[in-house]
C-alpha cells in the first residue's frame, strides 16, 4: 500500500513569510508525529497526535510553529514568519501503534529553505 | 530525559565486510523499544531492527542484528557482509511505544567497494 506522502518535497521562502507543509500518513494509523532534521544533525522531535487526545507539543521550539490534523488523518505543520535558522527537513511519521510494533513508518520529508 | 548516544560520526568499511555501530542510551524506564533506522541520500528513513527491552533475545533481520545489553544501556548494530547499498546515515532511536522518537546524531557508514 501506499507509504506516508508529505508535500511540498522542496520549499524556498523568504523570511518572514508563513510555510504550510503537509502529511499524509498512512491509512488506518492512529498515530502521527513531526520531527526536524537540521544539516547534519539528528532528528528532533516536534509535535505528535495520537487519535483523539490531546497533542504532544513539547518539542515545538517556539509559538510561530503550529500543527494540525484533521479528522485523524492528514495534518499540516504551520511555521508562521520563518526564519533562517528554521531551514531544515521536516520529516513526518505515522505508526499504527502496538499491533505494528510501535514502528513509525517515515514520509520522504520536506526540505525547507529560508533565504 | 531520554538522550541517545551514537560516539561515531562516521565510518567506512570494505564490501563484503562486517562494521559494528555503536549506540548508548540513557532512561530510567524498564520497558522500552530501540529502533535502529537507515537513511540513505534519497531522504527516507527506513527501519532496519527493532528491539522490545522486555526480551532478552538479540533481534535478527536477515544480515542485521544487534547485540543489546540492558545494564550496560547499550545497543549496537552489526552489518554482515557489507553491500554497497548499505552506505547510508544511520540513526538509533529509544521510545516507550507510543511516544516519540529519540534520536542520535547518527552514524554516516560508507561501504567501499
Known amino acids: 500500500g501506499a507509504g506516508v506522502s508529505q508535500s511540498p518535497s522542496n520549499k524556498v521562502t523568504e523570511k518572514g513569510k508563513d510555510v504550510e507543509l503537509r502529511c499524509d500518513p498512512i491509512?488506518?494509523?492512529?498515530?502521527l508525529y513531526w520531527y526536524r532534521q537540521s544539516l547534519g544533525q539528528g532528528l528532533e522531535f516536534l509535535i505528535y497526535?495520537?487519535?483523539?487526545?490531546?497533542?504532544?507539543k513539547s518539542g515545538l521550539p517556539s509559538d510561530r510553529f503550529s500543527a494540525e490534523r484533521t479528522g485523524g488523518s492528514v495534518s499540516t505543520l504551520t511555521i508562521q514568519r520563518t526564519q533562517q535558522e528554521d531551514s531544515a527537513v521536516y520529516l513526518c511519521?505515522?505508526?499504527?501503534?502496538?499491533?505494528?510494533?510501535?514502528?513509525?513508518?517515515f514520509g520522504p520529508g520536506t526540505r525547507l529553505t529560508v533565504l | 530525559a531520554q538522550t541517545v548516544t551514537q560516539s561515531q560520526p562516521e565510518m567506512s568499511v570494505q564490501e563484503a565486510e562486517t562494521v559494528t555501530l555503536s549506540c548508548t542510551y540513557d532512561?530510567?524506564?524498564?520497558?522500552?523499544?530501540l529502533f535502529w533506522y537507515k537513511q540513505p541520500p534519497s531522504r527516507q528513513m527506513i527501519l532496519v531492527i527493532r528491539?522490545?527491552?522486555?526480551?532478552?533475545q538479540n533481534a535478527t533481520e536477515n544480515r542485521f542484528s544487534v547485540n543489546f545489553q540492558k545494564a550496560a544501556k547499550s545497543f549496537s548494530l552489526k552489518i554482515s557482509d557489507s553491500q554497497l547499498g548499505d552506505t547510508a546515515m544511520y540513526f538509533c532511536g529509544h521510545n516507550f511505544g507510543n511516544e516519540k522518537l529519540t534520536f542520535g546524531t547518527g552514524t554516516r557508514l560508507t561501504i567501499i567497494p
Open positions: 532512561t530510567s524506564e524498564s520497558n522500552y523499544y
Open positions: 491509512s488506518g494509523h492512529t498515530a
Open positions: 511519521a505515522s505508526s499504527f501503534g502496538l499491533d505494528g510494533g510501535w514502528e513509525q513508518f
Open positions: 497526535f495520537q487519535g483523539n487526545s490531546a497533542p504532544d
Open positions: 528491539q522490545e527491552a522486555y526480551k532478552q
